[in-house]
């Protein structure tokens, strides 16, 4: 029976599973640990989630823990990382969509503490709504857990590639952004046409996420091997915006299946 096997790789920390579902399922134990340690020691956890493929069986697992009656969301806050701008909430390729079906719907989360981006906000008060976003978190008391993917621009949320500095980058916050074009060609997927693909969107900003007090990065399958590889043996450059979590190396984790670690050496 093949086995998880863990490597350091520059100074990051990497967990290496057979496959995706075994990867999964210690994201959903990272979860649930980290979620009892900040109730333990806070009386209540804050978890910043991601959306797209990849987390899809962690909420699986998340929800059916919750279903059997061994986990909670009883105190648990959660925000997002980005939407679709604009979009209704209710439209099915919304990442607030999204997150109902997969997870919100099905577990004991408050509703006024389940945040998603609003991409329904006037475009002239999306600076504003972005930067209350980021105050919300913050009055929260910041991150317990931000749970991440990686697209294959090296994105987290949507903060796509740029020429900025690493410490301008770094300090980017909660905003709205064009999507990368690979990001778009990407969305193809759900959105079933490259003229559908809704090409801007909220995100948080590069500042929240690395504000996290532990970063859980979950990365599968072999499309995401070049990435993961540049992410966490090339330069530390915005243009690689994944790279610039080696700057808090301490507190991440990278969590992949054998086939997003193929380029690793
Ligand atoms: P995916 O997206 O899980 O759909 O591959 C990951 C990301 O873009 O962060």
């Known amino acids: 029976m093949p086995v998880e096997r863990s490597l350091r790789v520059a100074d990051a920390a990497v967990i290496v599973h057979p496959d995706a579902d075994a990867a999964s399922r210690d994201v959903a134990d990272r979860v649930i640990r980290i979620v009892a340690d900040a109730v333990a020691a806070r009386g209540k956890a804050?978890?910043?989630?991601a959306t797209g493929a990849t987390p899809e069986k962690v909420y699986d697992l998340l929800a059916d823990r919750v279903a059997r009656g061994a986990f909670s969301f009883r105190d648990v806050t959660t925000y997002n990382l980005d939407e679709y701008y604009p979009i209704q909430p209710l439209d099915p390729?919304?990442?607030r969509h999204y997150m109902h079906s997969r997870l919100f719907g099905r577990v004991d989360l408050a509703p006024?503490?389940?945040?998603v981006l609003d991409g329904t906000v006037p475009e002239f008060a999306a600076a504003e709504h972005a930067a209350w976003f980021d105050r919300w978190i913050e009055a929260d008391g910041g991150l317990d857990l931000q749970l991440l993917g990686i697209g294959r621009t090296g994105h987290v949320g949507f903060n796509e590639p740029s020429d900025l500095p690493p410490a301008e980058f770094a300090d980017l916050p909660t905003?709205?952004?064009d999507l990368h074009p690979t990001t778009r060609a990407d969305a193809v997927r759900e959105f079933g046409s490259p003229e559908a693909v809704i090409p801007r969107a909220l995100t948080m900003?590069?500042?929240q996420i690395l504000a996290a007090r532990a970063i859980v990065m979950l990365a599968t399958g072999a499309k995401k091997a070049p990435i993961v590889a540049q992410a966490l043996k090339g330069p530390i450059t915005a243009a690689v915006p994944a790279s610039l979590l080696r700057t808090v190396a301490d507190k991440v984790v990278w969590v992949l299946d054998e086939a997003a670690a193929a380029e690793l050496g």
């Open 205 to 207: 900003g590069v500042r």
């Open 93 to 95: 390729l919304s990442y």
């Open 112 to 115: 006024n503490r389940a945040h």
């Open 175 to 177: 905003r709205l952004v």
């Open 46 to 49: 804050v978890l910043g989630l």
